[in-house]
């Protein structure tokens, strides 16, 4: 027989005795505990806790198992959080002209590796409908030219908003769209909205970023997956990763090797995203990797 499976995600301030309540709670209610990972930062004083379990008690409803766990929360000033380990979070991905980070995604879905829902992809430019049509995900054109007012570019934010709405969207990947987004937008999305960056930030923003690199003489490359804000390219960084280069590879060369991290580094920011692995701590995150 199946049980049902959980993810419970916490941060509260910390102090004595929080494993020891949360495991004595779970054993109390017929739970058993698959795998757990905690950690207490010592400059902020919160506590942060992550625990997979299944409910082996068929007498306690999900309703029942969350209702009295608000009540320990309460007791502990918790940020809490109870998932479905089973549940596949719906996911949209927005993509301008260059695609490897989307096509990367779009395998790691349709082979199983992602395990989330993809139910959009949004686009300022076309280039990837037919890429979008062969996985038979709905593509939305919406075009946003270049130097648009400050009118169009509302407008064309609400309708990427109302497709979040229309489709229950938990998770809004920037697969290399190259759109800022305004204050508002990001507000909308704060806290599911992940973006990729082509270096460790805050270096070589701006446009042909490897190019600048080569002419900089570089002897790592890098990509930085971090959640969107109102503070261009500041949001908490999720995963960073570097390759070595050297002065005898030409500016297409790096962006060949900087484009395979930026696809891998992504990739495990959106897994670690869909398994509940990430907590906010002020600027900083916790992953339980």
Aim: aromatic share 8%; charged share 20%; glycine share 6%.
């Amino acid at each position: 027989m199946m049980h049902p499976e959980y993810i419970l995600t916490l941060s509260c301030p910390d102090q004595r005795g929080i494993v020891h309540k949360v495991s004595g709670f779970l054993a109390q209610h017929g739970c058993n505990i698959i795998d757990s990972a905690q950690f207490g930062d010592g400059q902020s004083k919160l506590f942060f806790m992550r625990v997979h379990f299944s409910a082996e008690d068929s007498q306690i409803s999900d309703e029942a198992l969350r209702a009295e766990f608000a009540s320990l929360g309460g007791d502990m000033q918790m940020q809490w959080q109870l998932h479905d380990a089973h549940h596949k979070p719906r996911v949209m991905l927005m993509v301008s002209k260059i695609g490897h980070c989307l096509n990367d995604l779009l395998f790691r879905y349709k082979s199983g590796l992602l395990p989330v829902e993809i139910r959009a992809i949004v686009s300022n430019h076309t280039d990837f409908y037919q890429l979008a049509a062969s996985y038979n995900i709905p593509f939305h054109h919406l075009a946003l030219a270049a130097g648009a007012s400050a009118e169009a570019k509302r407008v064309q934010e609400q309708k990427v908003l109302e497709i979040v709405a229309d489709n229950n969207i938990e998770l809004v990947v920037l697969a290399r769209y190259m759109q800022i987004l305004s204050p508002e937008m990001c507000n909308a999305l704060k806290g599911k909205a992940i973006n990729i960056h082509h270096s460790f930030l805050p270096s070589f923003k701006g446009a042909k970023p490897y190019y600048q690199a080569h002419e900089r003489g570089v002897k790592l490359i890098g990509a930085t997956a971090h959640f969107v804000t109102g503070d261009l390219d500041e949001g908490p960084i999720i995963e960073q990763d570097v390759e070595r280069v050297d002065h005898a590879m030409e500016p297409d060369t790096l962006t060949a090797i900087g484009r395979d991290v930026e696809c891998v580094v992504l990739a495990r920011a959106v897994k670690w995203f869909v398994e509940h692995r990430i907590l906010l701590n002020g600027h900083k995150t916790v992953v339980f990797k």
